[in-house]
C-alpha cells in the first residue's frame, strides 16, 4: 500500500459520507486532536525515561487518553453522524472526572491561576491543556454550523481540565511548587 494517494491535491479530502475541503470546520476539528495526540504521546515518552517517580499511572492513563482521541477524532468524521456508530460515550467522560479527583487529591491546594511550567513532563502537560481546549474551540465552532456528537465536546472540556490536574500532579511528585500568577484574584476553591 502506497501512502500517497493524490487525492488531495486539489485541498479536498474525504470524510464519512462527502469530500470536504481540507480546511472545512470538521477537518480542522479533528485535525487538532489529532496534534493534541501527539503532544499527548510525547509526554508519555518523556515519563518514560524519567526515573525519580513513580509514572506508571500516568503512562497507563495517557496511553488510554491516546485510544479515546482516535475515538473523537473517528466521531467527528461522520459528515452526518450515526449515534449508532459513534465510539465517545458518557462513561469515557465520567472516567475523567475521577481520574482527576484522584491527581487533585495528589496536589497542595490551589486558589490563584498558575504559571505553566516546572518539571518537562508538567509543562508539556500545560501545552496538551491548551491545544485541548483549542480543539474544544474548533468543535464549538463545528457544532455551530454542521452536526456533531456532543459527547466528544463534553470529553474535550473534562480533558483539559485533567491535564491541568495532571500538570500540577506531575510537579507535586518531582516536590517543584507550582509559580502563581502574582496577580492573580483567588479564582480556585476545593470542592467537598
Known sequence: MKIYT???DEGKTSVIGA???KDDNRV????????LNCFVGQVG?????ETTADWKDFQEHLTIIQHELFDCGSDLCYAIPDPQKM????EM????????DLYEAQTPPITKFILPGGSEAASLLHVCRTVCRRAERRVVTLSGEQACPDEVRKYLNRLSD????MARAANARLELLDVEY?????VFHRRS
Open 182 to 186: 502574582e496577580r492573580s484574584a483567588d
Open 45 to 49: 515518552s518523556v515519563l518514560a525515561r
Open 19 to 21: 469530500r470536504v475541503m
Open 162 to 165: 485533567l491535564l491541568f490536574t
Open 6 to 8: 493524490r487525492t488531495g
Open 87 to 90: 465510539k465517545v460515550t458518557a
Open 28 to 35: 480542522e476539528a479533528y485535525g487538532t486532536i489529532d496534534e
Open 93 to 100: 467522560t465520567e472516567r475523567l472526572e475521577s481520574w482527576i
